[in-house]
C-alpha cells in the first residue's frame, strides 16, 4: 500500500483547492451554489490576515485531497477548537486511509493547539461520511441546529 502524505497548502495549491470545492460541492449536489473563484481562495486561504488553512494529501506524488479548517472559540470551555470546513479525497482513492490521514493530522494539530474541541458538519444524508466518522469515535450533536445568514440577507442585517 502507498503511503499518504499531507502537507500544509501554499497559494500554487489554489487551482487544486477550487478543483476539489467543485468536486465536493458536485457531490453534494450544489455545484451551483459555488462562487469560489481562483483568486477568493489565493486570497481568503493564503492572503494576509487570512484565518483559515489548508492541508493538502497526496500518494505516490499525486495530490488526492485536501482539507480546509481554522480555529473558533468555545466560551464553555475557555478554550480554542479547530473546525474542518472541508475534507474531500478523490473518489478513487476512497478506502486506502487518507481521510483518516488528514483527520489525524488535524486531530494531532488540535491537541498541539491546546484545543478543547474538533468539529465539522456532515450532511444528513451522507452515510458513507457519517459511518466513516462514527467508525473513529466522532458524535453527532444532534441537539443543535445551524443558522445561516447568506447574501442579502446577511447585507440587511448589517445595514439595519
Known sequence: MSQVDIRPATIADSGTILRFVKELAEYERALDQVEATLSSIEHSIFGEGSTT???????????????????????????????????????????????????????????SKNCGRFEWCVLDWNTPAIDFYESIGAKPQDEWTVYRLTGEKLKLLAES
Do not use: H, M
Open 53 to 111: 488553512d489548508a492541508i493538502i494529501c497526496s500518494v505516490d506524488g499525486q495530490v488526492i485531497g485536501f482539507a480546509v479548517y481554522f480555529f473558533n472559540y468555545s466560551t464553555w470551555l475557555g478554550k480554542n477548537g479547530l473546525y474542518l470546513e472541508d475534507l474531500y479525497i478523490s473518489p478513487e482513492y476512497r478506502k486506502i486511509g487518507a481521510g483518516k490521514a488528514l483527520l489525524k493530522y488535524l486531530a494531532k494539530l488540535a491537541v
